[in-house]
């Protein structure tokens, strides 16, 4: 199993960008994902979750109305659109897989892609 996530970069408060997280070696479609954030001087906080269908999914009060999740299961990638970004958006955020259809038990992580909200 490998996750790959890609995307991040330092952009200016109000800025978009898009994060996406290529997986590989087990069948993509079959389970649920999520993206897991790790701010400086903070403990990981979950941002959001898409079923593995694609049809539901669910964001962190803090995110909602400005990132959206995504997958394509097609090309085995999930998705993170994030709009209006804020410093406090800041953090090196993590794709994951959830074992446990949206309990938050994760058992693989991809690397982190660094996202820097800053003039």
């Known amino acids: 199993v490998q996750l790959v996530a890609s995307g991040g970069r330092v952009v200016q408060p109000g800025g978009s960008l898009r994060l996406s997280c290529a997986a590989s070696g087990f069948t993509f479609g079959s389970y649920y994902m999520s993206w897991v954030r790790h701010a400086p001087g903070k403990g990981l906080e979950w941002v959001s979750d898409?079923?593995?269908?694609?049809?539901?999914?669910y964001y962190v009060d803090s995110v909602k109305g400005r990132f959206t999740i995504s997958r394509d299961n097609a090309k085995n990638t999930l998705y993170l659109q994030m709009n209006s970004l804020k410093p406090e958006d800041t953090a090196l955020y993590y794709c994951?897989?959830?074992?446990?259809w949206g309990r938050g038990e994760y058992d693989y992580w991809g690397q982190g892609t660094q996202v820097t909200v800053s003039s």
């Open positions: 994951a897989r959830d074992q446990s």
């Open positions: 898409i079923n593995s269908g694609g049809g539901n999914t």
